[in-house]
């Protein structure tokens, strides 16, 4: 599967600051485009949140 570019997305978990990028050209590509590129994103957000530690602790603490 492709971006819409030819490009393969990456597989890795995305991190925050690379959110934008993923996004960057979806203004130039067809709206029936947009759906897949969004799902990609909450794809590699969702791995990411995934990887990253729980914390253990219920209730913030003073």
Do not use: K, Y
């Amino acid at each position: 599967m492709t971006d819409g570019h030819g490009e393969q997305p990456v597989a890795e978990p995305l991190s925050h600051l690379a959110v934008g990028a993923a996004l960057e050209g979806l203004d130039g590509l067809p709206l029936d485009e947009h759906v897949s590129r969004f799902e990609a994103v909450h794809d590699r957000l969702r791995a990411r949140l995934e990887a990253e530690p729980r914390d253990s602790g219920a209730g913030g603490g003073a």
